[in-house]
Structure formats: structure tokens, C-alpha cells
């Protein structure tokens, strides 16, 4: 009887807490539709079908690059048929989830429930609970960590770059990297806090030696507090500014102001996935990264951002699938190196391309980052697969030091290229001759340009 008292009240307080009522995507279906031929390509790129944007029942969460890659569409129980047999028609198999929605319980709870606990490093943390780790960092790792004020987002919450560096006067060339911008892919912020926590625990990493790193884990923390308040809110992906009546929010990677809203973007400020905003930049938590990327753009050789899912690595240009830049081979064998070193450390391979070729997409932080800033090298990484955005908590511990090594061969290669230290890195080396090497260093940078 007592016991049965106490199960009772417990699951009242859980109630309370994570909510029991209906939740919108309870009885929503995932289909993943796999394209075996050439033209299931072209019939994929179609969707969403017209009639039921206006619906706002469908939702394309990942596009296929290639044949055998899924597309994956979650839809009401009401349009469930219609893609199906779209589906069937065409000759695709599909892989179904049925009652979508019902999945995410299980893994938000544990996260839900730990709102006001400290920061976990194998976790999915409030925003306040990364701010608070980051304010303590600050003290305790002072030698290597400084915050620098950004602003304010939206819902004015305050948000701050972490430089993490041991030599701050020494110029060196820094890798940028950003995380969050999609408030619903959670494993990027615990990624980006990873790397942050990597650096400053791994005593003697090499990773520091000459290279600065500014990290910026979460850039759009309303969409993420959104995504964390219920269930119903799960899939929230845009900011969360008021836009027009009753509808909120733009895609914060469809609002950057290079090529913007040429393609893959959406016009309707009530479209939930690829509203490009009024105008670029029209959103505080992007002008944030701009700012970042702007003042620095001469010290920043690395950009990535940060996402999720479906374990891509994908470089510029992003607004077309019609042309890459000069160096695309460049860019192209570092994402290489980076998904050898994560695959050696037992993690799944990236698939390699430029954004634009898998889908066109205007107004990207890479584009931006590579085309206005004149950032030589940057990336939008999807992080993992088959869990679309609701990767399990559980699995962190796992993937992040796999994914991590991926960053260790970033760093490695940035420096090889552009730092002044690997250059005079052999045995012990006379300060003349660190001066000739460097004055060499400088003919060679005039040279190349
Ligand atoms: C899901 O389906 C069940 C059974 O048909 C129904 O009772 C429930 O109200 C539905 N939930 C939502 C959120 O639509
Ligand atoms: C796609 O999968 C089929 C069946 O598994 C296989 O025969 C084919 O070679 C694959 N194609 C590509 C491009 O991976
Ligand atoms: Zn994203």
C-alpha cells in the first residue's frame, strides 16, 4: 500500500514535470524514403509536396546527398498516406517509425529532470547550467580562458565567446568554431562544450601550442531553452523573434548576408524550417557570429559550424551545386583527413561534398565565413546518424572523444599551414635564425598572394 503511495506521487511529480498531456508529435510518423535511382533523386528534391505545406504537417528533416542516403520526412497522421504512396508510387522503399513523438520521451526526461543540475561534460545542459561551468572556467583555468561579451539574443540572454589560448599576445591563428544556431540539434552545444573541455583539461595538448581556439557553444540559446520546455517543442529549429502575427522565429543558417536568399529558402516568416528573416543578418544571434567573424577574419583560418544530423562535412559553396570555389580540393582533402582520424578513433566517416551539392541552400554561416570573411577553410558538420535529432544522452560518453580527434587533426593541419611555431618546430632552433625563418615566413605569404 505504501509503496504503491509512493509510485503514485511519483508519477505525478514526473507529470509535473516533463508534462503528460498530448504532445504534437505523438502520433506524427517518420518515414525514411531511400532512393535507390537517379530519378528518386530528382522526385525527392520535390518534396515537401505543395498542398501540404500550407498544412504545416510535413517536415523534411534530412535530405539525401546520393543514392541510398534517406530523406527523412516526418508527417501528420493525416498526410501520412499521401507520402507514403508517394513514396510507393515512385518505387522507394521506406523505412517507417510509427507515433514519432512518443520516442523523445524517454530521452528527454533524464535531461529534463536534471534542469537545475550542475554542468555534465557527457550531457545535454540548460543554457544556464553551460554559463555557470563557463563563469567558473573563467576563474578556475584563468591561465588559458577568457570570456568575451558578445551581446544579447532575442530574449536577452546574454551570450559570451570563450577564448581559449595560452599565449593571447602572440597572434596566432585561431580556430573559430560555433554551435547551436538550430536550436533542435542539442549534440552540437555538447559537442562544442567537449572540445572546450578537452582543451583545457588535456595537460600539455598540443592542440594549444600555437593556435588559439574561440568557441561559441550555443548561438541561439532562446531556440534551445524553447526546444528544452516541452516535448511539443522538440523540433523548434529557427530563433525566436517575433516575425509577423503569430508566428516566430528564422532560420538563423538561412540569414547571413552573402548570396543571400538566392536558394533554398523559404519567404514565408511562418515557415517553420527555411524562413531566411526580413532581411540578412535581421537576427542579434547572427550578427553576434558575424561580429566574431569579421573583427578576427585575418587571425581565423578555420571556421566550422556545428549540427546536426547525419554525419556530413560539408564545405562551400552552399548556395549553389553548380560551381566550387578555386580551392575546393583543398577544402576537400582536409574534410578527409578529419573523417579518417574520426573513423581510426572508431567513430562513423563524414560524407565529404560541398553543401551545394548535396542540397543548395543560401544565407550559411560557411558561405559567409568563406566568401565575405575570407576564411580560408570552413565547414558545417552534421554530427551524427540514425537518431535524427534526438540523439541519445547515453551515447555522448562514446561519440564526442571519437568526433574529437577529428578536431585534433583540424588543429594539426592549420597549424602545418599556417603557423609560425610548426615552422621553426626542429630541435633547438637560435632566435637568428627563428628571426630569418620568420622573414622567410613573410616572403612566402607575399609570394602566394
Ligand atoms: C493520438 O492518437 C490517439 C489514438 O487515436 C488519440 O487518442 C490522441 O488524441 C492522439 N494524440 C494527438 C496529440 O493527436
Ligand atoms: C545502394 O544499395 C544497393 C543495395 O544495397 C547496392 O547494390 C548499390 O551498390 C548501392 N549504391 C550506392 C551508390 O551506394
Ligand atoms: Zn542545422
Known sequence: MAKCLVFVIGFLG???????????YDNYTLLRIIPNHDQHLQKLAELPLDEEISHGEVEVLKRSYGLNDSTDVLVSPNSK??????AVKNGMPVVTKHYYGRSFEALERVSRRRLREA??????NSFDAIKSYLDDLKFRKAEL?????LGYSYQRRAMSLVKISKD??????????DAGIHAREWVAPAMAMYIIHRLVTDSGARELDGLDWYILP????DGYEYTRSSRSQRLWRKTRSKTARDCYGVDGNRNYGFKWGVSGVSNNPCDKETY???KPFSEPETQMVRNVMMTYRDRIKLYVSLHAYGQYLVYPWGYTGGSLPTSWRKLDSLARKVSNAVQNAGGQPFKVLSAGQWYPAAGG???????????PYSYTMELTDGYEFVYPENNLATILPQLYEGFRTFAEEIKQEFGYASRSSLGSITKQAALNHKVNFVHCDLARN
Open 14 to 24: 514526473l507529470c509535473w514535470q516533463v508534462g503528460c498531456g498530448q504532445h504534437k
Open 81 to 86: 498516406k499521401l507520402f507514403e504512396q508517394f
Open 119 to 124: 554542468f555534465r561534460v557527457y550531457g545535454y
Open 145 to 149: 580562458v577568457r570570456l568575451q561579451p
Open 168 to 177: 593571447p599576445s602572440a597572434g596566432n591563428p585561431i580556430i573559430f568554431i
Open 218 to 221: 550555443v548561438v541561439n540559446p
Open 276 to 278: 531566411a528573416g526580413p
Open 365 to 375: 554561416s560557411d558561405d559567409f565565413a568563406f566568401g565575405a570573411a575570407g576564411i
